[in-house]
């Protein structure tokens, strides 16, 4: 299994500002995944990060507002650019176990943005 | 998207009894997981069932998966105050992304 060490734990941020998520993990892996979960709801994939690729972005996020950056195999970081009450959730970083089948999920980020 | 729905959304029981929630999807799928989810924080793996298996145990764990009716159900047996927490199923369809339920939050009352 994969260890993820994911920073900050929780943060509380005023609107406009921007806030970067580290997540560090025990093992080189190909892909990472980041996650969404609003309050009380279920998780929705923000992005795929692929090392020395661009990431990709599912429907209804982009890349200004959730820059992504991936520099090895085993570091990713997302920021929450120029941010709004709505933007107060959960995030995880998530990655795939060896077979690609299950994923490994970080302690995620609780986010509160004033 | 999110493809699973999750029933019931909330379920009160007393510690020793089993606690059973469904799980309900649109499409085909390669498997489906069930994950476990403590006071907001990360998601843990619990189990995975394929799509041409039927039933599968871990533990005090029972998964079932129907692909006639799109429906799969998670068995926790003899729960402990120590399973209270949100579960989540999630499937896998050709991609190889996840699509998560909207959960089912368990509360075991000792």
């Known amino acids: 299994s994969a260890v993820i060490s994911q920073k900050p734990s929780r943060d509380i941020c005023q609107r406009g500002t921007s806030l970067t998520i580290q997540c560090q993990v025990d093992?080189?892996?190909?892909?990472m995944f980041w996650y969404r979960q609003q309050p009380g709801q279920s998780l929705t994939l923000i992005a795929t990060?692929?090392?020395?690729?661009?990431?990709?972005?599912e429907s209804g996020f982009v890349i200004d507002k959730f820059p992504i950056s991936r520099p090895n195999l085993t570091f990713s970081t997302l920021t929450v650019s120029n941010m709004s009450p709505e933007d107060s959730s959960i995030y995880l970083c998530s990655v795939g176990s060896p077979g690609g089948e299950k994923l490994f999920f970080g302690s995620g980020t609780q986010l509160s943005v004033l | 998207s999110q493809q699973g729905e999750e029933d019931p959304q909330a379920l009160s029981i007393q510690e020793g009894e089993n606690a059973t929630m469904n799980c309900s999807y649109k499409t085909s799928i390669n498997n489906l997981q069930w994950y476990r989810q403590n006071s907001g924080r990360g998601l843990v793996h619990l189990i995975l069932i394929r799509s041409n298996e039927r039933e599968k145990h871990s533990g005090r764990l029972r998964v079932t998966l129907d692909t006639s009716k799109k429906s799969s159900s998670l068995l926790i047996t003899a729960s402990r105050a120590a399973d209270t927490a949100s579960y989540f199923c999630a499937t896998e369809a050709n991609d190889y992304k996840l699509s998560f339920g909207a959960g089912t939050t368990v509360t075991v009352r000792a």
């Open positions: 990060a692929n090392q020395g690729s661009e990431a990709t972005y």
């Open positions: 093992s080189q892996v190909t892909m």
